[in-house]
């Protein structure tokens, strides 16, 4: 078996003793996964030798991989990799710009120490968008403001396709101000139809989570807590007549009981 210019050995695997240059190549093929952390024994390509695990061949001096941990057992090349022994792999660096929190249990970029929305291990989630592995994946996380994870291949998918929202909990993925302020804008220069002027709805709001009764529009119903347009209609309309009539009910006195109201002689 030939191996790719940067790796001159392969693997044998502890589950079945075939040989691969990486556990990927070996679950492509087989009906199993290897586990990376058994593999005991490599065989060079270039002498065809035998041997234990590590970086240089001990018989012709062939050097594996520019990087190669003696945990994850894995050969690459340099990209400033180092093991994170929380997270139980190997990342690509460098490290010093990452650190690992502790709560979400994943390593991130260090502009996101004390800046981001923890949720307890949430990269032992799939990713929402492609249901593959995020944890274990060659593929960068991206972290949403709402603390939630997925591919960042897979978010900008999302944002070539003009889709805004936390596929999990609906949350806005970035900031949106400036596009609520374009629909504020649309909204005032294209007024409703006569007789839905003064109709109401109610909403529920995917970023502030109020409650709340906005003016009804086509283009959008504006939470009345945040500004957020991204809000779901909770019910149907509410008419201006039904309005005063609602209102009219709850300030209408209760009668009196009959005898009560009589004057005594």
């Known amino acids: ?25 070996h679950d492509a093929e087989e009906n199993h996964q290897m586990d990376r952390f058994k593999v005991r024994e490599v065989v060079c390509f270039e002498c065809e030798t035998p041997q234990k695990a590590q970086k240089t061949c001990q018989q012709c001096h062939a050097q594996f991989g520019e990087y190669y941990c003696d945990i994850c057992h894995l050969f690459d090349k340099d990209k400033k990799q180092y093991h994170c022994q929380p997270c139980g792999i190997c990342r690509i660096g460098p490290k010093e710009k990452y650190f690992h929190c502790e709560k979400c249990n994943l390593c991130l970029a260090q502009d996101l120490r004390g800046n981001h929305k923890c949720v307890e291990n949430v990269s032992r989630q799939n990713c929402p968008v492609c249901m593959e592995d995020i944890h274990t994946s060659r593929i ?57 002027q003064g109709t109401t709805v109610k909403v529920i709001c995917n970023d502030c989570q109020s409650h709340c009764t906005v003016a009804f529009h086509v283009l959008g119903m504006k939470c009345a807590e945040c500004g957020s347009y991204n809000t779901a209609q909770d019910g149907g309309l509410i008419q201006q007549q039904q309005q005063h009539s609602d209102q009219y009910a709850e300030n209408e006195p209760e009668p009196q009981d009959q005898h009560e109201s009589q004057t005594p002689h």
Do not use: N
């Open 1 to 25: 078996m030939q191996g790719p210019s940067h790796v001159v050995c392969g693997r044998k695997a502890p589950c079945c003793g075939k040989l691969y240059v990486c556990r990927l190549c």
């Open 140 to 196: 960068g996380a991206h972290v949403l403001p709402c603390g939630h994870l997925l591919h960042k291949t897979c978010f900008d998918d999302m944002v070539r396709t003009g889709a805004y929202r936390c596929p999990l909990c609906m949350h806005s993925a970035w900031s949106m101000e400036e596009h609520w302020e374009m629909i504020d804008k649309e909204i005032a220069q294209t007024p409703m139809p006569t007789e839905y």
